[in-house]
């Protein structure tokens, strides 16, 4: 689903506004700015019609803004800083943008003091227009509605009995309109649609075996509408990690594994009506017992649903049915108890597929096991010993090229104009979306696990130590 115009209700000069509204809040507006800004910056840096308002563009998750129509091939080695701030804590999710509104999740601590928090940025100039502080820890990539005038984010409560918390925010200001906690592990970037906002829950390995699922919740309240576990039985577990997808009238996304045998809405992807019910259920690792995730997101095109799975396979499987259209093997370094698969989600611009496909070692006889080991590697995706690919095919899933990186590829790349835009190592890099060469890159102080944003304004990303940047084209680049 995108957002049309005829939704941008909300006029520039209120988006701008401090004036207090509604419920009682925690945002704060910070004037003591930590930004360095750019004074020559290009004609389109007001951020009027930016429009990236949820992970990887889109619900379908496609990664590809089709109106950005200054960038191209021949100029985008000429992007450069227009503003950059600190937030002082590790961004994990990747930035949303409206209306000249940058959206920024930091990502806190689950040990204590500071939590995370969500911060608006205006585009044109990186001036911090609210936070609003959530505590503990937080990873999910935001959705903004522009219809109600809202920004969904959630929080996960490790410290809580991993109850965690959903919050709807007033794009304006802020503010908070409703909090809903919820049991699990959230990450799992959320759907808005019809009154309700639909979000993945998580956290079903063992010890804790959490019944993870989907659960819709009413937009004007946050009350719970109802609620879908990808295992039915209470404390075994089950989980959905990566962002959901949305054709308009099925959810689709995909499905880890329960603490239990296996069941067969598990290690795959799901597809459900928007009243709860499965409309279909494939299996990745039949009979798996040991963490066959799909942790990425799903991608929806031309009738598809293709997604990685921990197995290193990427599938596209019929959206309607289920069925397999076709599968690449795209790591051949993983296996039972080492599996070493993806959990990128794959984006298009209906040319070409990218995607992450996870990690790879030097040794053949390397025995280490599963490299999913989170709390060995925060705040990076980083592992010792190991690099990643990101490679890029045609639409039956042929490859096309490969580029080996040190970091692991955790969301997505964004397309625009025939450029990949995606966090390598140390690195923003814009690359040739059809042979995967670099035509730009800009260096930071930290690794980078949050995806970038491509908007009329400009490009945006963050970094692991708490970095936002805006970069644009100057202001006397010519369009072509």
Request: hydrophobic letters at 40%; glycine letters at 12%.
């Amino acid at each position: 689903m995108r957002l049309t115009s005829s939704l941008r209700f909300i006029s520039i000069a209120a988006v701008f506004s401090f004036a207090a509204m509604g419920c009682s809040a925690r945002p704060q507006a910070l004037p003591n700015l930590k930004s360095t800004v750019s004074s020559r910056i290009g004609p389109d840096s007001g951020g009027s019609n930016d429009d990236w308002a949820t992970f990887a563009y889109d619900y379908k998750r496609t990664g590809y803004n089709p109106n950005v129509a200054r960038l191209s091939r021949s100029n985008v080695s000429k992007l450069r800083l227009r503003w950059k701030y600190n937030v002082g804590e590790p961004i994990f999710a990747s930035p949303v943008a409206y209306a000249g509104n940058i959206i920024i999740v930091a990502e806190g601590s689950t040990t204590g003091r500071p939590g995370s928090a969500v911060y608006d940025f205006r585009a044109s100039d990186g001036q911090l227009l609210w936070k609003f502080p959530m505590d503990d820890e937080a990873q999910m990539t935001p959705s903004i509605d522009p219809n109600a005038g809202l920004v969904i984010v959630a929080n996960q409560r490790r410290l809580h009995r991993y109850r965690s918390n959903v919050f709807a925010l007033r794009l304006l200001d802020g503010s908070l309109v409703w909090r809903q906690p919820l049991y699990g592990t959230i990450k799992a970037a959320p759907v808005v649609d019809s009154g309700l906002v639909f979000i993945g829950r998580a956290g079903g390995d063992p010890p804790r075996c959490l019944q993870g699922g989907i659960t819709a919740l009413d937009e004007s309240t946050g009350q719970v509408v109802w609620t879908w576990h990808v295992d039915p039985k209470p404390k075994e577990g089950g989980s959905v990690w990566g962002a959901i997808a949305y054709d308009g009238s099925h959810l689709i996304f995909g499905t880890g594994n329960t603490c239990q045998a296996p069941v067969t809405t598990a290690n795959g992807a799901v597809a459900l009506t928007l009243g709860g019910n499965v409309l279909w259920n494939m299996v990745a690792v039949k009979d798996s017992e040991y963490d066959s995730d799909t942790g990425g997101g799903v991608m929806l095109f031309d009738g598809r649903a293709h997604f990685i799975n921990k197995n290193g396979r990427l599938y596209a499987v019929d959206a309607e049915t289920g069925n397999i259209k076709w599968t690449t093997d795209l790591n051949p370094y993983t296996g039972p108890r080492k599996w070493r698969g993806g959990f990128a989600t794959p984006t298009t611009d209906g040319t070409i597929i990218v995607e992450g496909s996870g990690l790879y070692t030097g040794s053949s006889a390397d025995d280490r096991g599963e490299f999913c080991m989170l709390a060995a590697v925060q705040p990076t995706e980083v592992f010792p010993g190991f690099h990643s690919k990101l490679q890029g095919m045609d639409l039956h899933g042929h490859v096309l090229w490969a580029r080996t990186m040190q970091n692991r590829l955790v969301g997505y790349v964004a397309l625009a104009q025939g450029i990949g835009f995606v966090g390598l190592n140390k690195h923003f890099v814009a690359f040739d979306s059809r042979n995967g060469r670099t035509l730009w890159s800009y260096a930071t102080p930290d690794y980078i696990d949050a995806s970038m944003v491509v908007v009329p304004s400009g490009v945006y990303g963050a970094d692991d130590g708490g970095n936002v940047y805006a970069l644009a084209l100057p202001s006397s680049t010519e369009r072509r």
